[in-house]
């Protein structure tokens, strides 16, 4: 509730500033391209104060009322007979507003008022009738645009609060696809090794802790992130036989403030313990995390390949789906993912731009 209210505010405050820096250009650009003599004088800015009445009455009698009743209602015929109407009354006004205001302050009257007196007053009126229409029309584009601004505001704010549902609903599908796996494990430990397997429960337990108070965030840092794939691997290798060789490579700032989200990692370490271990032939799983200067964090995955029969291939493909459906949501095009198997050997290689993502989130936070 406390970002939508900021926005709403900072929107409010940015319109009032554009109405002002409008009004100050259309009344103050004239003296611009008056003669040095004339820059700026007070009888010729109090003897318009008829039309900058005149000028706001029709702008704003639109900005708030016409354009909002009719014309977003598509009473186009209506919107344009009201302004004929208004505008016409208003430029008869503005005329004789003046000649009171100049009949009250004598010295206001110009020294040309009084000639072609046939002329003048409705050349003057004409003139007020175009100006207005002018108001008139800078009103619908400065409506138009407000309109524009706030309609895409709320669509951001819509495809966000979306985004942020579909995330959820992934991670809630991740947790329990990622402990049936490891229940799975720490069963077939009970059954041959019962001290290994009480291992496993206290390396389940920290994991459990960081899915309980981590995981509920959008972000964690890359050190709590590291800490729980390192619990991860350690739970699984108690259950590796020794023709398996797994080697890992953290390299990462244990100071920095780089971000990534919960649990991305885990369905590609998932895949590899799952597709790269044989039963009797020699295995091997190598997993690297690294964090680069440039805030790019680079996850590489290698193991030895031996894909499941069809038989076996239960819950296979769904935490990768997800993975994808994930980078989807919170790395939109800040994220490199790729897979290659060549010569029994299956590599998974995911890039993601921490940097540039908290950027553009940044940015559209502020947006």
């Keep these: 509730m406390d970002q939508p209210f900021k926005q709403k505010k900072r929107g409010s405050w940015n319109n009032i ?38 000028f706001l009455l029709i702008f704003y009698l639109n900005f708030f009322v016409l354009i909002d009743s009719l014309l977003h209602k598509g009473r186009t015929k209506e919107f344009i007979f009201y302004n004929l109407l208004f505008i016409v009354a208003i430029a008869f006004l503005m005329h004789y507003s003046r000649g009171l205001l100049e009949y009250l302050i004598p010295e206001l009257k110009p020294r040309w008022r009084g000639r072609h007196p046939n002329f003048f007053p409705w050349f003057l009126i004409v003139r007020n009738s175009t100006s207005l229409f ?60 019962p001290p290994k397997a009480q291992q496993a429960v206290m390396d389940l337990s920290k994991l459990l802790r960081h899915l309980l108070y ?67 032939k020699p295995s091997f ?46 790395y939109p095009n800040n994220y490199l993912w790729h897979t290659t198997i060549e010569d029994d050997v299956y590599s998974t290689v995911l890039v993601i731009d921490t940097k540039k993502q908290q950027d553009d989130t940044e940015l559209l936070d502020r947006g």
Excluded: C
Aim: hydrophobic share 45%.
């Design 134 to 193: 002018l108001m008139m029309g800078l009103s619908v584009a400065l409506k138009m645009t407000v309109r524009w601004f706030e309609v895409d505001n709320e669509r951001k704010e819509l495809a966000k609060a979306k985004s942020e549902a579909e995330l959820q609903n992934l991670k809630n599908q991740i947790n329990p696809h990622f402990l049936l796996n490891t229940l799975n494990n720490i069963y077939a430990l009970i059954e041959f090794n």
């Design 214 to 280: 981590d995981n509920n965030q959008s972000f964690v840092s890359l050190r709590q992130e590291a800490d729980f794939m390192r619990n991860y691997i350690e739970l699984m290798r108690i259950r590796l036989a020794d023709n398996v060789k797994l080697v890992t490579d953290f390299s990462y700032s244990e100071t920095g403030n780089t971000k990534i989200s919960p649990l991305i990692f885990i369905s590609l370490m998932e895949n590899a313990f799952k597709h790269g271990i044989s039963g009797d």
């Design 17 to 54: 500033f554009v109405h002002l820096l409008l009004w100050g250009v259309i009344f103050i650009l004239p003296y611009f391209f008056m003669d040095s003599e004339r820059v700026f004088t007070w009888k010729p800015f109090m003897r318009s104060i008829p039309e900058i009445l005149g």
């Design 285 to 330: 799983i190598d997993i690297s995390l690294k964090e680069h200067p440039d805030g790019k964090v680079e996850f590489v995955s290698r193991n030895s390949y031996f894909p499941k029969s069809d038989y076996d291939k239960s819950g296979s493909g769904i935490g990768l789906e997800l993975v994808k459906k994930r980078l989807e949501l919170l």
